[in-house]
């Protein structure tokens, strides 16, 4: 190689970096929340919050267990009590997260306390993304929802095994029991933690079961089209009311947008 090529690589990867450092950052511009307590559950044991750093939190307290509102409640706030920077140990946050629903349940007087809960933080242009349970997280990007998580559920177990779940329905298994819930046993709390990186104009949504197991996809994108986070959140509890209200329903909907580096 000869020095005139050395020159050219070097005006390449310099142009290259120069682009970088000068491409906008994708941050969150907008994000909004709403709950309902729906038409058949006596109280909402669905909680949810977010801290100023980009952290965001819905926890679905375990219906049907006492102390479901409790470990729901008692994880949020640990959570959104806890962020002092970047998390770089996952599995460490949760195993203390977990011990920390796990003393405040007994000491109410809860042997058998749980939540499901999903979470998202933003940080640097990455959104992380981490659950346990079945309440999940969604990219709407245009006129499309992705789903960004795998529910630990039974009927999850049973449709990644190929088994036919539609059978087993009807013999009354109880599909929807949870495999992994924050307030169990060691690696029954252990979350699922993915990174990704949005785009400008992506809308994420954090929603409880009642949103998701009551509402078809299209009808979740239209609802995440509305104008602001705060709407899209409230149209989607109330599309659930309207389809039964059978859950809690929660949802967090957070939008993405641009903004320049400092150089």
């Not at 706030?77 to 007994?106: C, K, M, T, Y």
């Not at 992705?146 to 088994?163: A, E, P, Y």
């Amino acid at each position: 190689m000869n020095d005139e090529t050395i020159e050219t690589a070097d005006d390449e990867l310099l142009e290259m970096l120069r682009a970088e450092a000068n491409a906008p950052l994708t941050t969150v511009v907008d994000a909004g929340s709403a709950t309902s307590t729906g038409h058949v559950r006596a109280q909402n044991e669905d909680a949810y919050g977010e801290h100023p750093r980009s952290v965001y939190v819905v926890a679905d307290g375990m219906g049907g267990h006492p102390g479901g509102e409790v470990a729901s409640r008692t994880a949020v706030h640990a959570l959104l009590s806890s962020v002092d920077g970047p998390i770089d140990d996952w599995a460490d946050a949760f195993r203390r997260l977990n011990e920390q629903v796990r003393i405040a349940s007994r000491a109410r007087g809860f042997n058998r306390a749980g939540t499901a809960l999903v979470m998202a933080v933003m940080d640097a242009g990455l959104l992380t993304i981490a659950h346990v349970g079945d309440s999940r997280a969604y990219r709407c990007r245009g006129f499309e929802l992705q789903k960004l998580t795998k529910d630990h559920s039974v009927r999850q177990d049973l449709l990644s095994s190929g088994i036919d779940v539609a059978s087993l329905a009807d013999r009354g298994m109880a599909l929807h029991a949870l495999t992994r819930h924050i307030g169990g046993e060691g690696e029954h709390a252990m979350a699922d933690v993915a990174s990704l990186a949005p785009l400008a104009g992506d809308r994420v949504l954090l929603c409880t079961d009642g949103v998701h197991g009551q509402l078809g996809e299209d009808v979740m994108v239209d609802a995440l089209c509305a104008p602001t986070c705060a709407a899209a959140a409230q149209a989607l509890v109330e599309l659930a009311d309207e389809a039964g209200g059978r859950d809690n329903a929660t949802a967090t909907v957070i939008e993405f947008g641009t903004m320049r580096r400092r150089v």
